[in-house]
C-alpha cells in the first residue's frame, strides 16, 4: 500500500484563503516599515555555520538546523567524534551550513560585509521565513516567518521610542489590542550585580524569560540548576512580582535599590526616556507595561527590551525586541549600536484568526465565471474575459464544455460572487446573460452595458476593500 504523502512536523501547506490573508498582513506591516523610513532587504536562508552559531546562547545553538554537506561528507567527518560518539563535535566538520534561525544575526553579518554602502543610521526591515528546531505546539513552528525592522549606527533612545510607536500602529491598523512589555538588560545586570549573580548572568536571564510562560516556581527550580543560590533568588523575588500602581513607581522601587550600580541606574534612565516619551505622544491601541520578568534570552541584547503580547489571547509572544550594542562588532564593525523589533507572522495571523479580525479579501476567489458552452461560445467569453482583467477584474473561463450544473457548484464552493453566462443566444445577440450567485437573480444585458456593470461592482469592491 502506497504511503500516505506528508510533510515534515512544525512546517505547514497553505491554503488560497490562508495565502491571501497572510499577503495581507504582510501588506500592512510592510506600508508601516515604509511609512517610518525603513528599506527593504532580504539574506540567504542559509548562512555559514561560523556566522550564526554561538550567537544566541547555548538553548539557541541547540535549535538551530544544521545542513549536512554534499558530496561524500564522511571523508572530511572528524574521526576522533566519530569514533566517540560525540555529535556536538562531528558537527562542525560535516556541516558547514545552517538555516537562518533569526533575521538579526543575518542582518548583522549583512551591515559589516557591506559597510562601504550603507549609509549610517541605516533602518532596514526584512520579511523572510526562518526555521527553528524547536518542539512543535500550538503557535510554534519549525519553520515560520518574521518581519523585522532594526536600524544601526544610532545610540539615540528616540529609536526605542520610534519602535514601540511602529508596533503600536501596526497593531492599530489591524485592530488587536495588544500588551507592549518593556525592561532592560542593564536594569537586570544591576539586579544581578546587588545579588552577587553576575557572573550566572546568562542562565539568570534565561530562566527568568520563563518567570510568566512556565510558572515563578519552575523558573526559579531552574535557576537552581544552573547554580544561583537560593538566596539571590529570594532577594531578587519580590522585584519580579511589583504590583504597584504604575511604570513610575515601579522604576521608584528600583531606583532606591540600585542607586549605588551603575549599569542598573543607566537601565533605569533609558527606560524613564522612553515612557515618558510615550506618554507625551500616547498610544492608539496598545498597552506599555514595565515587566521585570522580561529577559528575552538572546545572548546580543544589551539595553532596553520589547515583547508583545495579545490581550486575551494564549499564544505566547506575537513579536519583540530591542537593543544590542555589539552585534556587529563579532564580524569585525566595531562601534555600531543597533536596535530593532520583529513581528511573527504566523501568531499574529493566529491571533487575528482567533479574533475574527480578518476583513473580507476578494483576492482569493475570482469575481466573475464565464461558463463554457463550447469552441464558439468559449472564444467569445474569453474575448470578455481579456477585457475585464485589462480594467483589473479577477475573472475566468471554466475550462471545460462539462455540465451547467457542475460548472455552477465550481462557482458556489469558490465563493464566486457573480457568474456570467454566454451562451449560442447569447452569442448571437452579442450579449451576456449576468447571474447573481447570492440571490440567484440574473438579467440580460448587451455586451456593452455587461461590461460597465461588471466594472461597477469591481470599483465598489476596490472602494470596500
Not at 413 to 426: D, F, H, L, M, R
Amino acid at each position: 500500500m502506497q504511503k500516505k504523502p506528508a510533510i515534515p512536523k512544525g512546517t505547514r501547506d497553505f491554503s488560497p484563503r490562508e495565502t491571501v490573508r497572510r499577503k495581507y498582513l504582510i501588506r500592512v506591516i510592510e506600508e508601516k516599515f515604509q511609512r517610518y523610513g525603513y528599506a527593504p532587504i532580504e539574506t540567504p536562508s542559509f548562512e555559514n555555520r561560523s556566522t550564526l552559531m554561538g550567537k544566541y546562547g547555548e538553548a539557541g545553538d541547540r535549535l538551530i538546523f544544521q545542513i549536512l554537506d554534499s558530496g561524500d561528507f564522511l571523508k572530511r567527518a572528524d574521526k576522533d567524534a566519530w569514533a566517540q560518539g560525540n555529535s556536538s563535535a562531528l558537527a562542525p566538520s560535516i556541516a558547514s551550513k545552517v538555516l537562518r534561525y533569526d533575521l538579526t544575526v543575518p542582518f548583522a553579518r549583512y551591515v559589516a560585509q557591506h559597510q562601504s554602502e550603507v549609509c549610517f543610521p541605516f533602518k532596514r526591515y526584512q520579511i523572510q521565513a526562518v526555521w527553528r528546531a524547536d518542539r512543535p505546539q500550538k503557535g510554534r513552528f519549525r519553520e515560520f516567518y518574521q518581519c523585522d525592522a532594526d536600524v544601526v549606527g544610532a545610540d539615540s533612545l528616540w529609536q526605542e521610542v520610534e519602535l514601540v510607536q511602529l508596533y503600536d500602529d501596526v497593531f492599530n491598523a489591524l485592530h488587536l489590542p495588544v500588551c507592549i512589555r518593556l525592561n532592560s538588560r542593564k536594569l537586570l545586570a544591576g539586579l544581578a550585580e546587588v545579588a552577587g549573580i553576575s557572573d550566572r548572568f546568562a542562565p539568570f536571564t534565561t530562566a527568568l524569560d520563563k518567570w510568566d510562560k512556565i510558572g515563578s516556581q519552575k523558573a526559579v527550580a531552574e535557576m537552581r540548576q544552573a547554580g544561583i543560590p537560593q538566596s539571590a533568588i529570594d532577594a531578587l523575588a519580590p522585584f519580579f512580582e511589583l504590583d504597584t500602581a504604575s511604570n513610575q513607581q515601579r522604576l521608584e522601587v528600583l531606583e532606591s535599590t540600585l542607586k549605588s550600580v551603575a549599569v542598573g541606574q543607566s537601565g533605569i534612565a533609558e527606560l524613564r526616556f522612553i515612557l515618558e516619551r510615550i506618554q507625551d505622544h500616547g498610544l492608539k491601541i496598545a498597552e506599555l507595561d514595565l515587566d521585570l520578568t522580561l529577559a528575552r534570552g538572546l545572548d546580543y541584547y544589551t539595553g532596553a527590551i520589547f515583547e508583545v503580547l495579545g490581550k486575551g489571547i494564549a499564544l505566547g509572544s506575537l513579536g519583540g525586541g530591542g537593543r544590542y550594542d555589539e552585534l556587529t562588532g563579532i564580524f569585525g564593525l566595531s562601534g555600531i549600536s543597533g536596535v530593532g523589533i520583529s513581528f511573527g507572522l504566523d501568531r499574529v495571523y493566529l491571533a487575528l484568526e482567533a479574533r475574527g479580525l480578518f476583513p473580507d479579501l476578494a483576492g482569493d476567489k475570482p469575481q466573475l465565471l464565464f461558463v463554457h458552452f463550447g469552441a464558439a461560445e468559449a472564444a467569445y467569453s474569453y474575448r470578455l474575459v481579456a477585457a475585464l482583467r485589462d480594467r483589473g477584474v479577477s475573472c475566468e473561463l471554466y475550462p471545460e464544455a462539462v455540465k451547467l450544473k457542475k460548472q455552477l457548484a465550481y462557482a458556489h464552493k469558490n465563493q464566486v460572487p457573480y457568474v456570467a453566462v454566454a451562451g449560442s443566444e447569447e452569442v448571437a445577440s452579442q450579449a451576456v446573460t449576468l447571474r447573481n450567485m447570492c440571490t440567484g437573480q440574473q438579467e440580460t444585458l448587451s455586451r456593452d452595458a455587461f461590461l460597465k456593470r461588471v466594472l461597477l461592482f469591481h470599483t465598489r469592491s476596490e472602494k470596500t476593500d
